[in-house]
Nanobody, 119 residues
């Protein structure tokens, strides 16, 4: 089985920064796409930032230029650094990974880490 464990959320003032981390563990052969989604109350889950095994990235338009997704493939870990945070960034942030585990490839999610941007 594969588990994703996030850390790094919390309360941040507008204009502040934070870094989220997500480590995958378990029976992992390789990880394809790995990144972050978020879901605010009353809204659908949306892609924030994601990175392929080869290093290609994709970002939500509203976070482009103030967020960086990165990963450490040796540690099966993905990071999200967000700067100039806004109240509208407040959401539950979920780690996502597309994992090859044994003969199967599947999507795995973390339990979520809350990010609240407020003064």
């Amino acid at each position: 089985q594969v588990q994703l464990v996030e850390s790094g959320g919390g309360l941040v003032q507008p204009g502040g920064s934070l870094r989220l981390s997500c480590a995958a563990s378990g029976s992992i052969f390789n990880i394809g796409l790995m990144g972050w989604y978020r879901q605010a109350p009353g809204k659908e889950r949306e892609l924030v930032a994601i990175m392929s095994l080869g290093g290609s990235t994709n970002y939500l338009d509203s976070v482009k230029g103030r967020s960086i997704v990165s990963r450490d493939n040796a540690r099966n870990t993905v990071y999200l650094k967000m700067n100039s945070l806004k109240p509208e960034d407040t959401a539950l942030y979920y780690c996502y990974a597309n994992v090859q585990s044994g003969p199967n490839r599947g999507a795995y999610w973390g339990q979520g880490t809350q990010v609240t941007v407020s003064s």
